[in-house]
């Protein structure tokens, strides 16, 4: 396969492949190049890996979202992680331990998008 | 199982049985309140809980640690991450997708702290 | 005093008797185990201690959330000062000192957040 | 040329003449301290030196604005750096590169902020 | 008063009048549009108001400090905490508070400054 | 030009023809895949655009890697800088901005880094 299609199948995996359509439109409006980037390099290439499975993946990216506080980055993946087969309490978990790492108000604004992710997710299950 | 038991018995599982003293003395003469805060509440409250299995868990604080620079508290986990069963391999994939979410100085980073503490780790294993 | 009723208590001193019922309210339908960590280590213990007087804290927890830029926290954290006797112009001081260490956007948008705390605050004087 | 002058001089060249009545009544309602900074010292001062080229000054204002996520003030360098004859699509490309140093989630949030603040811009051109 | 020895007396009063000269020789090698930014703006303005009381004003540093992982600095700033009379515990409460708003590394690695610097102070005592 | 081919052209005009072949070196003895992912996407393409000139371009690098106080990739990009046509007071002049961004303990950071790279450059010159 060549790595554009490597890059479009992984995202569909981790985004959901209602979604990926979508997704690929927002980011070409916003940036055609940011978009280039992450088809190809970001799905192409750093998720394509198969060394992490796929709900390990989900989840650490959850806990690095929530680090570095990216709320609306955070909201795909609480939804990607759910894709993968993690629990919502698998991800509660994740996020109580944010409290340790990186604050308590980090943990609490990351289990604010959670609920309002999952709320949307858990009625559309897509 | 009263509360600091619960916190000494969590802790030895993450850090390793003959690393319990060392870390408590070290801890202890930093400053005795923050000792008990992480004997009771990171390892008696936040660590202890059964939801995430440990490897992810540990996996979920490389990722934290590596996200906010923590070189010291980074190089104890990614020893950690191996005593509950992660690969080498799988904890630099970890790593590499900090690329994504904090720049890839904070991976390259956080792959040299890798390498110097499995270096000590393999010799060590402990 | 058993832990939960210290924590409670000194939640009270620090948001408000008013505002405990509605906290707590919120923060467990947010997530129960963090409501459980914030009740019983954060108020039940940290804020517990006498070393500082409530005012210092306060003014210092400001210091804190400006820096880390956490501005819901930030508003709470902003009135409370002010129940535990700092002045407006006390609050402001602090946070043109943010400027230098963290820099001016981050003292500009504490005292946006600020004044919006203190606008309500003023009136409602809870 | 008096110091505040000097600072008034410098604003007007980055934020535009049009803005700056607006700008200062705006910082000295939010604070009358932080306005005096910001004039005196920011641009009295720091904007003040001929050793940069106005152009190459606003992008790594724009730089440091991305990489500390602080969206407000870097919708007003994006239109500042337009103004000092930055094309959109130098900003961008500082943007793209912002991936690298600080995340994909920071480059995005930038980008985002950037279509904002350009859209007006350029219908309004001031 | 003019403005520059306004910044050198509060400079001395915070650092202490045997470590001006030290100090200031060290900021001018360093870069002398530095030194004269933290001569006049940082100690002749943020610093020389008299709203808040030298003590809590140096406490708040040492928040901020701690926050922003500014170990050097942080070293400074627990050092002139102790000369407007705080105590050591005051400090190291002040630091605990720290893992609940910036997490626990933040808190232990600014402990681990403060033993350091506290060490040499009670020996200097300067 | 293949892929590979223009990031390690691009790299050695960024970090010197003589630093390629240690850097790449460097990069591979750390982690493979971190030295592929910097060689193909970091300068194959991100830094191979040629819509900022190179000295812009390692200005802004300057900008993000003293805001987000990356004092190791700091002192490379510096070097970088000065191999791109900007003088050691063009790069002073940024990192002093730095102090109204990101706070004065990373611009003093990044100064005190800029110093000790530019030493041995002027020695070394390449």
Redesign the interface.
Known sequence: MAEPEVGLDTMARFLGDANVEGSRAYLNQ??P??HR??TD??YG???A?D??DPK??A???V???A????Q??LGVYVRSARRQGA?E??I??????????????????A??TT?RALADFDEGAS
Do not use: H
């Open positions: 916003l940036d190049e940011l980037y992450i390099f970001v290439q750093v998720y890996g060394v992490l390990t993946r989840l650490c990216t806990a690095m979202l680090c570095t506080g990216q609306l980055q629990s309490e698998e509660r978990e994740v996020l109580r331990q944010v409290a340790v790492y990186a604050g308590f108000p980090s943990a609490w604004n289990l604010a609920k």
